[in-house]
T-cell receptor, first 109, second 113 residues
Framework: DAKTTQPPSMDCAEGRAANLPCNHS???????VYWYRQIHSQGPQYIIH???NNETNEMASLIITEDRKSSTLILPHATLRDTAVYYC??????????FGSGTKLNVKP | EPEVTQTPSHQVTQMGQEVILRCVPI?????FYWYRQILGQKVEFLVS????????KSEIFDDQFSVERPDGSNFTLKIRSTKLEDSAMYFC???????????FGDGTRLSIL
């Protein structure tokens, strides 16, 4: 499975958009990009995933570059409850998830 | 919305004792996983299970560990003789089909004394 690179931490003002980048330059053609978050020691929470096209759901938007070597998770209006560690994961088929260190997002009032 | 449920939320066990962690995956899911997270560290894969057999396991998942799906609803992780270093959060996850997301439970905190 391709590995990912994320900044260790980011700050965002409450109410503003949070844009979390992820680099996955070794991604292969059949690997999906998944985003999860973990609040304190709770179980990882699924946010969104995609293969090639941009995706949007009620939680977030996922922008994948045309060459698929990087992606951005967008939380359109961050709240204090969005403070968490965000993980970008690439995976093929039913394989395991490899969790890196993620990005610690601090949403500030 | 259906959830993965794990019991107990916290388990305290003496070193050397056997422990069984229980999970009820989402009902129509076919793929099952266990992960663990030692305090302050990354989430680590332990084992995946499909069609009543282990499909992949990590080097952490040694002979002291076993998994079972004893009936149509439960998925268990057994540690035969616990060690201090087994203290961690253990997360169960399930997935409906390939290329779909895994859904995680809220974990069992295992404390070995």
């Amino acid at each position: 499975d391709a590995k990912t690179t994320q900044p260790p931490s980011m700050d965002c003002a409450e109410g503003r958009a949070a844009n979390l980048p992820c680099n996955h330059s070794t991604i292969s053609g059949n690997e999906y990009v998944y985003w999860y978050r973990q609040i304190h020691s709770q179980g990882p929470q699924y946010i969104i995933h995609g293969l090639k096209n941009n995706e949007t759901n009620e939680m977030a938007s996922l922008i994948i570059t045309e060459d698929r070597k990087s992606s951005t998770l967008i939380l359109p209006h961050a709240t204090l409850r969005d403070t968490a560690v965000y993980y970008c994961i690439v995976r093929r088929d039913f394989n395991k998830f490899y969790f890196g260190s993620g990005t610690k997002l601090n949403v500030k009032p | 919305e259906p959830e993965v449920t794990q019991t107990p939320s916290h388990q305290v066990t003496q070193m050397g004792q056997e422990v069984i962690l229980r999970c009820v995956p989402i009902s129509n899911h076919l793929y099952f996983y266990w992960y663990r997270q030692i305090l302050g560290q990354k989430v680590e894969f332990l084992v995946s299970f499909y069609n009543n057999e282990i499909s992949e396991k990590s080097e952490i998942f040694d002979d002291q560990f076993s998994v079972e799906r004893p009936d149509g609803s439960n998925f268990t992780l057994k540690i035969r003789s616990t060690k201090l270093e087994d203290s961690a959060m253990y997360f169960c996850a399930s997935m409906k089909m390939v290329d779909q997301p895994q859904h995680f439970g809220d974990g069992t905190r295992l404390s070995i004394l």
